[in-house]
């Protein structure tokens, strides 16, 4: 199967999984996919989605307090999902996720 197709299959797996608050399938699927995306190892690969996915969670707080009009609150949990958002993107080009 083409490099592409394989991409696009756990891009499509990660999003169903996370529509169906699948946690583990979104792990592995999105794992699977930086694996390949960025020809690292499964354990960095594991570690950059278990990032991503606690920045997915504290999307949807943020949202939640935004939407209810406590943008306070809200800026909070923006400010974490960077931070988890910048130790993901760490582990993918192979820098210091504690900087």
């Given at each position: ?8 299959e ?24 930086f ?5 690292i ?53 192979k ?5």
């Amino acid at each position: 199967m083409k490099l592409s197709r394989q991409l696009a299959e756990h891009e499509l797996g990660w999003w169903q999984a996370h529509h169906r608050k699948d946690k583990e399938r979104l792990l592995l699927e999105m794992q699977q996919l930086f694996e390949l995306q960025f020809k690292i190892l499964a354990e960095q690969a594991r570690r950059a989605a278990e990032y991503r996915v606690q920045a997915a969670i504290e999307h949807d707080v943020a949202e939640k307090h935004e939407d209810a009009g406590n943008q306070v609150e809200a800026d909070k949990h923006w400010n974490v999902v960077k931070n988890l958002l910048a130790k993901h993107f760490a582990v993918l080009v192979k820098e210091d996720e504690n900087d």
